[in-house]
Each structure stands twice: as structure tokens, then as C-alpha cells.
């Protein structure tokens, strides 16, 4: 509830803590599934607004024979 009063749906970003092995699993309950994509993704990249929009699709490196 506390979350919706501050309107968590659309201020809330996921923070990852890598490389420590104590972190809390963004899938853990109290978030409702539907906010997931917003807090994982939308969020950040509404707010940094400098990020790129596409996302470069790296070429295959070929061996050489």
C-alpha cells in the first residue's frame, strides 16, 4: 500500500548489488507482477533519457579456415 501511495509503480528502478551473493530477488513477493517490466526496464529508461533507444545487435565473428 505504501507503495502505491508513493506511486512505486513509476519511481522504483531495479538496483542489481553484483558480484555480492546477498541480494533480494526482484521477483520476491510484494511487488505486483505487472509493475515488473516498469521497475526491471521502462523505468530506468524513461529516466535516462541519453541512453541509446536501439540496441546494437553485435555481428557474428566467422572463423578463419
Do not use: C
Request: glycine content about 4%.
Amino acid at each position: 500500500q505504501l507503495l502505491e501511495m508513493i506511486d512505486g509503480e513509476n519511481l522504483l528502478m531495479f538496483a542489481s548489488d553484483y558480484p555480492h551473493w546477498d541480494f533480494d530477488e526482484p521477483t520476491a513477493p510484494g511487488l505486483p507482477a505487472a509493475w515488473r517490466p516498469k521497475i526491471n526496464y521502462a523505468n530506468a529508461r524513461a529516466f535516462y533519457t541519453r541512453l541509446p533507444r536501439t540496441v546494437a545487435t553485435p555481428k557474428p565473428v566467422l572463423a578463419e579456415a
